[in-house]
């Protein structure tokens, strides 16, 4: 079993910054994927980013290319996704996720609000 918590969310103005973790535990191998997701309210789950636990390499998606930053610290077992240049449609209670390929994302966090205003 994989246990994610997230945490660092917040309140923050326009073209603020934010750095979100993910601390994981339990049994967690290094063929895992993993990713940050996001719901804005009103509207579906979206990803955000993903990472290769093994590699670090990071994919983006959509309006997180070029502001947002994700990293993973294998020693400390936490992911992190650093926000930059913040805005009003990034308000959304953000989750972190975890597969192990090929499979979906079978593990989530409980969520971090982030709230982004003028």
């Known amino acids: 079993q994989v246990r994610l918590v997230e945490s660092g969310g917040g309140s923050v103005q326009t073209g603020g910054t934010l750095t979100l973790s993910c601390a994981v535990s339990?049994?967690?191998?290094?063929?895992?994927?993993m990713a940050w997701f996001r719901r804005a309210p009103g509207k579906e789950r979206e990803s955000v980013a993903t990472?290769?636990?093994?590699?670090?390499?990071?994919v983006y998606r959509g309006s997180a290319k070029g502001r947002f930053t994700l990293s993973r610290d294998k020693e400390k077992n936490t992911m992190y996704l650093q926000m930059n240049m913040l805005q009003s449609d990034d308000t959304a209670v953000y989750y972190c996720?975890?597969?192990?390929?090929?499979?979906?994302?079978?593990?989530w966090g409980p969520g971090t609000q982030v709230t982004v205003s003028s």
């Open positions: 996720a975890a597969r192990k390929f090929p499979h979906d994302y079978d593990f």
């Open positions: 339990g049994r967690f191998l290094d063929d895992y994927g």
């Open positions: 990472i290769s636990w093994n590699s670090g390499s990071p």
